[in-house]
């Protein structure tokens, strides 16, 4: 329903991954971080990731995170839209990643 959405964690993932900007006493604060904007697929096109969205940022600027960071598969072209139009901007980056072989 639009308005009413519930905030999780993903099962299996801790709860900070990231620099809590509100942590800090120096002036200079950490970035913010957006991570997992899940919608189901019920609600979407009723605006409730522009609210998840916009409610993290609000929380950030309360915290006093200087810039707030997100991921977003190119691929997912509805999502980056709406990133876009809330002001977020490409960053010239790549993301890394290690996977740890079996092997002994």
Do not use: K
Not at 27 to 56: F, H, K, N, Y
Not at 64 to 81: K, P, Q, Y
């Amino acid at each position: 329903m639009p308005g009413e959405h519930t905030l999780r964690r993903p099962a299996g993932r801790s709860r900070r991954r990231h620099p809590d900007p509100g942590g800090l006493p120096h002036p200079d604060r950490s970035p913010g971080w957006i991570e997992d904007v899940v919608v189901d697929a019920e609600a979407r096109g009723q605006q409730a990731g522009a609210e998840l969205t916009r409610a993290a940022l609000d929380r950030a600027a309360e915290l006093g995170a200087r810039t707030v960071d997100l991921t977003s598969r190119a691929s997912r072209e509805a999502a980056n839209r709406l990133y876009r139009r809330l002001g977020f901007e490409a960053q010239d980056s790549n993301v890394l990643r290690y996977t740890p072989s079996d092997r002994a």
